[in-house]
């Protein structure tokens, strides 16, 4: 279960939602792992055949770029190995390949639309809050 929440641009009307928290299965890692970006997903494949998996996380999270000031939201996978290997997923900004860093709380008002580059997030009229799973 998780929380959710929308954002909508209030010049032109793009929306985003937000997710954030445990929100699915994560009894089949395999099934987990096709839903990454290919990249990430192969290296996660790799080290799932070299390493004894101790513990597996998975997390929507929401990331930020801090040279675009937009926010977007991901799945934030965490593989836990024995003898103490981590592997943890990682995401560039579409536009400026950045690394997208996790944040917690987003402040709406310090960030831009990704499509119309104004800072008139806000959240949405219509839904306040989502609840998924
Ligand atoms: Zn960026
Ligand atoms: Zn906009």
Redesign the pocket.
């Known amino acids: 279960m998780g929380w959710g929440t929308v954002i909508e641009c209030k010049s032109c009307g793009y929306n985003l939602e937000l997710l954030e928290g445990p929100g699915m299965g994560y009894c089949d890692l395999d099934f987990v792992i096709t839903m990454l970006e290919s990249d990430q997903a192969q290296k996660a494949l790799e080290l799932k055949d070299r390493f004894e998996i101790i513990r597996v996380d998975g997390y929507m999270k929401i990331y930020e770029?801090h040279?675009?000031n937009?926010l977007s939201n991901y799945l934030c996978l965490q593989l836990f190995f024995e003898g103490g290997g981590k592997f943890e997923t990682t995401y560039l900004?579409d536009?400026?390949?950045?690394h997208l860093e996790i944040i917690e709380e987003p402040v709406l008002s310090d960030y831009v639309c990704p499509e119309c580059g104004n800072s008139t997030l806000g959240p949405s009229s219509f839904i306040a809050r989502i609840d998924w799973d």
Do not use: I, R
């Open positions: 770029c040279s675009c937009v900004c536009k400026c390949k950045s």
